[in-house]
Structure formats: structure tokens, C-alpha cells
């Protein structure tokens, strides 16, 4: 009787264990987690253009907000230090910024001058950066 009782228990035990494995996130951190920053990227994306920085050459891309004073120096600076490129040695003389629809010049100085400000979609703007050293 005590062995039947002990592998109905085991069985249980069992199954619970793997309903919860079920039901739980498969990563640690996965679970949304309310913050103020959340709140913040509304309504920062409410007050400006949301626009995505890519580096081709390394495949990473970042997506940030910005208005009509926003500066391609800028993005570049927060773009290297989000893809810890930032290195003293890395000049930033030497990286060009394009805009994805015409890579035969870099744009420099106020993105607004260079482009029509609009939401981010199917044809939002989007900057490469690109490490060519002189």
C-alpha cells in the first residue's frame, strides 16, 4: 500500500512541476517589468521621430527618438557607446553617417536638414554608420 501511495504522490508531483515549467518564462528576466522608462519611450516617441541607426558592417541596430535639433554627431555618440565602440583610438572622423536611401555622401550637422522628419515605418528614416578610417 505505502509503494502505491508513493508513486501516486511521485506522479503528482510530477505533473505540477511540469504544468509550472509550462506555464513559466524559458529565460530568467523574461516577465515584463513596469517602469517609468516604458512610459517615457511613449511619450518621447509622441514629442519626436523615432528613427533606427544601422552599422551594416557589424549588424547592429538601435532605434532612438529624436526632433528637428537632433545632430547626426549625436546619434553617432550614443550610437557607439550603446555598441561599446567608443575606444579613444576609434576617431570619430572616422565614421560616416549616410542616410539609407542615398549612401554616396555623408550627412553631417542637424538630421532635419538632410531629411523630411516623419514616423518610423516602411519608409522611416534610417542612418548607416559606417567605420572608414582616413
Known sequence: ???????????????AWLLV??????????RAQPSLAARGDRVGRQAGSEIMLTAP???????VIIDES??????LTKFRKIFEIDQDFLLDSDFNVY????????ISGKIADHTKL????????????YYEPK
Open 99 to 106: 542616410l539609407k536611401e542615398d549612401e554616396s555622401k555623408p
Open 70 to 75: 537632433t545632430t547626426v554627431e549625436s546619434c
Open 21 to 30: 515549467a509550462t506555464l513559466s518564462p524559458a529565460f530568467a528576466g523574461t
Open 118 to 129: 516623419r514616423p518610423w515605418g516602411p519608409d522611416g528614416i534610417e542612418l548607416h554608420i
Open 1 to 15: 500500500m505505502a509503494r502505491s501511495s508513493f508513486g501516486a504522490l511521485a506522479l503528482a508531483a510530477t505533473a
Open 57 to 63: 558592417s557589424i549588424g547592429g541596430r538601435y532605434r
